[in-house]
T-cell receptor, first 113, second 112 residues
Framework: KNQVEQSPQSLIILEGKNCTLQ??????????LRWYKQDTGRGPVSLTIMTFSENTKSNGRYTATLDADTKQSSLHITASQLSDSASYIC????????????FGKGTMLLVSP | DGGITQSPKYLFRKEGQNVTLSCEQNLNHDAMYWYRQDPGQGLRLIYY???????QKGDIAEGYSVSREKKESFPLTVTSAQKNPTAFYLCASSTLGNQPQHFGDGTRLSIL
């Protein structure tokens, strides 16, 4: 069964600090991995998307890494801001098509002043 | 600006009542999706459509129905057969193929 596990479930950090969120998956055959940011009461917004051959991808202060051998990904947030407070969702796509996305439960990040 | 519009933002359903959630996109995307989000759970696929007048069931289609009469519109009806409809419903769209999905801002459905 395809699964995506995210850790930690929730995290509180001080403004200006860095943090790393983890995503482990067992989706096969793998196509790509996406990170989304979801503000409370809003829809998810795409941050990055990585295919099998990509090890790292950045989007401003967000940097995602992918280790396809160990089936792990991380999202690193640098110099956190209050607006980074949100749920971060890891989504893995199987090669069989766009209808076979597996969503993680998300990591709830709170950036405290 | 292109995007996905969901309405209403909040919706209340009485027992035995069907309700319809609206989803409109002006991104010219061929594929559209409906997801359900419950607290502490990942998004779950209800229905998806790749082309006008065609749609497929997702993982939790029971108690729901959809239509795709126009490319830009994909309404979801929550029927009285759905016994636990309270959730946050998200509509998304994408180009065909394995491309990132763009999401609307959701409709929160509650039971009166």
């Amino acid at each position: 069964k395809n699964q995506v596990e995210q850790s930690p479930q929730s995290l509180i950090i001080l403004e200006g600090k860095n943090c790393t969120l983890q995503c482990n998956y067992t989706v096969s055959p793998f196509s790509n991995l996406r990170w989304y940011k979801q503000d409370t009461g809003r829809g998810p917004v795409s941050l990055t998307i990585m295919t099998f051959s990509e090890n790292t991808k950045s989007n401003g202060r967000y940097t995602a890494t992918l280790d396809a051998d160990t089936k792990q990904s991380s999202l690193h947030i640098t110099a956190s801001q209050l607006s980074d407070s949100a749920s971060y969702i890891c989504v893995v796509s199987a090669q069989s098509g766009y209808s076979t996305l597996t969503f993680g439960k998300g990591t709830m990040l709170l950036v405290s002043p | 600006d292109g995007g996905i519009t969901q309405s209403p933002k909040y919706l209340f359903r009485k027992e035995g009542q069907n309700v319809t959630l609206s989803c409109e996109q002006n991104l010219n995307h061929d594929a559209m999706y409906w997801y359900r989000q419950d607290p502490g759970q990942g998004l779950r696929l209800i229905y998806y459509s790749q082309i006008v007048n065609d749609f497929q069931k997702g993982d939790i289609a029971e108690g729901y129905s959809v239509s795709r009469e126009k490319k830009e519109s994909f309404p979801l009806t929550v029927t009285s057969a759905q016994k636990n409809p309270t959730a946050f419903y998200l509509c998304a769209s994408s180009t065909l193929g394995n491309q990132p999905q763009h999401f609307g801002d959701g409709t929160r459905l509650s039971i009166l």
